[in-house]
């Protein structure tokens, strides 16, 4: 360790080649070999099944770990608008170069550019896999591969199928995955919580599940674990993530002293539904895509009570394409949301409480006709009408910002690796590539690059280079981690309150929206953190957990996975206030220009914060330092 | 608003069930009724009863985790719609819903509204898929699809395996997640060199599972959240066939 942090194995030399050189010099494993291997992957989503079904092709013994009832329902299955490629085939100009820049610019120059760089290379490859599979992308009448534009970007470079380019990507890989199955290959543990990972000197060696039907805890070993469990802005109680999406297993692992990376980078999504009642369970997101037709306005006067259609052009104000000419409604997420919340806390916002903005295809509409908006975008269209009972197509939508995807999340090296030695972590589960704020598209880039073609490569090195006895799962390791899983269930079911986990949960989501949102000021967040330690000590003393630790028993699976929410709010909070710049997703008050546009500090701020968990006192903030050879940091600007 | 529920409550597989009823005063109709489900299950848990177990997760109509009969209705009644995209605006004030688990030989019972659909999983197992494996593929554009083939390819693709299809059938029948499958992929280019040991492993697959045959009368397609539509039964019987 230098700095307090593992090498980050950043390869030396020019970074338009380092991942084919990296690659080159890695150690190989013969296939006999892997056949005596097991490797765990915890969670089926994009990266989860994309890599089970790798390893499982490349002769592992995988065993895969979901806590759903199929890995065809993980929440990448969510995710709208696309996944961005660079291939050159258009004639806008884009490049494998264009995308790393657009991917550094985007993320604020607070990721590291050679792990930009390789997403921008791996992209194509993992459009090729995909139609591979079969999966229905968006073609052109000629018969090739359709693209449109996404925020962040001049180019058309977005792969698509419709609104509902995740699902189709997910089952791609879950397809793959359960032919690996059907081969004998994978070994599918469906509804199995994640509670603890398990270590044997210090190297990460198994995992502690909890049943979901059963109850029964149960331990599983292996010579590797791939933590590929998704983000945590569940923390906020009200955001587009699937309910069931939650922090578990790498709050876990951080506690198992793997390091956390910038947990305050929460993207903000600016154009989801809006929320309403107090019993509301979710924010819906509408695909940013929909800004590449609509456009975003709010009345000129505050306190406007007319329909939109009432309100004339001359008393509208399109603020995006006021504000920023060049990227108008296509503006990144982290602005967009910015600019339309200031509106919305001067007065401006429309619906209730205020608490939103139009976004407006009628022109779209005029346009090119009724079908071809249909054509487009038509599920999400369906999908506005059942949730807010409003017509897309003859009203203005309503949207307002809402929680949406972590960029933080476990450190790890360059080979994907985090602190703790054989703990990989993919996809959303770590932080990479998205810096701090990401481009949008790029998850599900990000996702299989990392499943399909990374982890391979650099789980298979790590396994040639480690020699290792099998763990038995009766090993004193196993069976302490089994003891204090066992230890915090049975101190929620016996907390003797009368409150539901739901109640406390909605409450913490309340306390971060306010001081840890779209934007941040040191003296919310201080208090913030006063207040969610309060309000975790209530939850201990008065959290009521029906039922028992065996059989189904959803209320548990909850409080399990609010307690986690508890310790990573408090990091966030931290980690917010110790930023002392803004930059991307992260708005401090304090720091912004005179017109009002974040101030990132890179003499003193250019560099990835990763936590360090310890068990008595604070935890310990180290910094990993970036360096910009290929492209400088630049003031970021949509203007 | 005000309403009962009235619910199938089955603690495990080996319990017998009953109907239990609950009212919900002061409700909001701009809730879903799994929102509405969730404020009847705060009020449980504060009175010491046990909460409804049923399953949910993206509620945005996509993941397909959600299902159940709402007045005999799969999904309830509003077309196209899963049932965590169904508003309390949809029903009446002071209105009795009853709502019951899907019930098929091959969805075994779990709790109160759950089910076990790894039956599903097993099917996809079977077949559905194209054996190709990774670092394999070649470039995307190499294999032309024209614009129609690769939309009706899609709109088979997009089945969202909630069961609703095999709930709605008399003869709980899977043919037409099965057909969805088949269609997928059978109308790719990818998808032509298993074409036919696809269809005959997945229609195998789908008889050992305990799914009764086709039916005819259609109620899939009626119920189907993602409008999936029956013709595509016919075409898998044409596949088999051929």
């Known amino acids: 360790m230098t700095n307090g942090l593992p090498d980050p194995r950043i390869p030396a030399g020019p970074i338009a080649d380092a991942w084919r050189r990296t690659r080159e010099g890695l150690p190989l494993i013969s296939p006999l070999r892997k056949g005596q291997m097991d490797v765990l992957v915890v969670g089926t989503g994009l990266a989860g099944a994309s890599a089970a079904a790798t390893l499982a092709q490349q002769g592992y013994r995988v065993t895969a770990l979901s806590f759903h009832d199929s890995p065809r329902r993980a929440h990448s299955v969510a995710a709208q608008g696309g996944i961005n490629a660079a291939r050159s085939v258009a004639v806008d100009g884009d490049s494998v170069s264009r995308l790393f820049a657009d991917t550094l610019k985007g993320g604020d120059f607070r990721a590291r550019e050679v792990g930009c760089q390789r997403l921008a290379e791996i992209s194509s490859g993992i459009i090729d896999q995909c139609v591979a599979q079969g999966v229905p992308f968006a073609r052109e009448y000629g018969g090739s591969l359709a693209t449109r534009s996404f925020g962040g970007a001049l180019v058309s470079r977005t792969f698509y199928a419709r609104g509902q380019t995740g699902q189709q990507l997910l089952y791609g890989a879950y397809q793959a995955l359960m032919r690996q199955v059907e081969l004998g290959r994978v070994h599918l543990l469906t509804r199995r919580d994640v509670l603890e990972v398990i270590t044997v000197d210090g190297v990460a060696r198994g995992v502690v599940a909890r049943h979901l039907l059963s109850g029964e805890l149960e331990v599983h070993t292996a010579r590797s674990v791939l933590l590929c469990s998704g983000g945590y802005s569940n923390v906020y109680f009200l955001s587009t993530n699937a309910l069931k999406s939650n922090t578990s297993a790498i709050w876990r692992a951080h506690r198992k002293g793997a390091l956390f990376a910038n947990p305050c980078f929460t993207q903000i999504h600016p154009t989801c539904i809006p929320s309403g009642d107090v019993f509301q369970s979710k924010l819906t997101l509408m695909s940013e895509s929909l800004r590449n037709d609509g456009r975003v306005w709010l009345p000129k006067n505050p306190g406007e009570t007319r329909q939109p259609d009432a309100i004339p052009e001359a008393e509208r104000d399109y603020f995006l394409e006021r504000l920023y000419p060049t990227y108008g409604n296509m503006t990144p997420r982290d602005v967009a949301s910015r600019r339309a919340r200031e509106l919305c806390n001067a007065g401006r916002g429309v619906g209730p409480g205020g608490r939103s903005v139009y976004l407006d295809l009628t022109d779209a509409i005029k346009a090119e006709g009724k079908g071809a908006i249909a054509a487009r975008y038509g599920n999400l269209m369906t999908m506005y009408e059942r949730i807010s009972g409003d017509d897309p197509y003859k009203k203005p939508m309503r949207i307002y910002p809402a929680p949406h995807y972590t960029m933080g999340g476990l450190w790890v090296d360059y080979h994907l690796m985090s602190s703790i030695p054989g703990l990989f972590v993919l996809g959303e589960a770590n932080y990479s590539e998205h810096g701090a704020n990401r481009l949008g598209a790029s998850a599900l880039m990000q996702g299989l690059a990392d499943g399909y073609f990374i982890a391979p490569s650099t789980v298979t090195a790590w396994l040639a280079g480690t020699p290792a006895q099998d763990v038995p799962t009766d090993h004193p390791a196993c069976r302490e981690a089994l003891e204090s899983t066992r230890r915090r269930i049975s101190q929620l079911l016996n907390s003797d309150g009368s409150t539901p986990v739901d109640s406390f949960h909605r409450q913490l989501g309340s306390v971060m929206i306010d001081r840890c949102g779209i934007s941040r000021h040191a003296d919310d967040l201080r208090e913030g953190l006063e207040q969610v330690k309060a309000l975790e000590q209530r939850f201990e003393a008065e959290v009521r957990v029906p039922g028992e630790a065996s059989g189904p028993n959803a209320e548990l699976e909850k409080a399990l996975r609010v307690k986690d929410f508890f310790g990573l709010a408090q990091l966030m909070l931290r980690d917010a206030l110790a930023r002392e710049e803004s930059c991307g997703a992260h708005f401090r008050e304090e720091h912004q220009s005179d017109e009002g546009e974040a101030r990132r500090d890179d003499v003193n701020f250019a560099h990835i914060a990763a936590w360090e968990h310890r068990a008595d006192g604070e935890p310990i903030r180290h910094s990993e330092p970036l360096q910009f050879t290929a492209l400088q940091p630049s003031t970021r600007s949509y203007k | ?242």
Not at chain 2, 55 to 81: K, W, Y
Not at chain 2, 90 to 118: H, N, Y
Not at chain 2, 203 to 228: D, H, K, T, Y
């Open chain 2, 1 to 242: 608003m005000k309403l009962t529920l009235r619910i199938w409550r089955q603690s495990s597989a080996d319990q017998p069930g009953d109907y239990q009823s609950h009212r919900l005063e002061n409700v909001s109709p701009d809730l879903s009724l799994l929102e509405a489900l969730d404020q009847l299950n705060e009020q449980l848990i504060s009175s010491g009863e046990r909460p409804v177990s049923f399953e949910h997760d993206c509620r945005e109509g996509i993941c397909g985790s959600c299902g159940f009969l709402v007045n005999g209705q799969a999904h309830g009644p509003r077309a196209a719609t899963s049932v965590c995209q169904l508003y309390l605006r949809e029903f009446s004030d002071g209105e009795v819903l009853t709502l019951d688990p899907w019930r098929a030989k091959a969805f075994p019972p779990i709790q109160d509204l759950m089910v076990d659909r790894s039956a599903f999983d097993r099917l996809i197992a079977a077949g559905g898929y194209c054996s190709t494996g990774t670092g394999q593929a070649p470039d995307g554009n190499a294999m032309p699809v024209g614009r129609e083939q690769a939309t009706s390819a899609f709109s088979t693709a997009t089945c969202i395996g909630c069961g609703a299809c095999v709930a709605s059938c008399r003869n709980a029948s899977a043919s037409l997640f099965v057909a969805a499958k088949l269609a997928h992929l059978g109308q790719l280019p990818q998808g032509q060199p298993e074409r036919a040991r696809r269809a005959d492993a997945m229609q195998r697959q789908m008889e050992a599972e305990g799914f009764g045959s086709c039916s005819s009368n259609l109620e899939c397609e009626a119920v189907c959240p993602q409008e999936i539509s029956a013709d595509w039964i016919s075409w898998m019987h044409r596949e088999r066939r051929s």
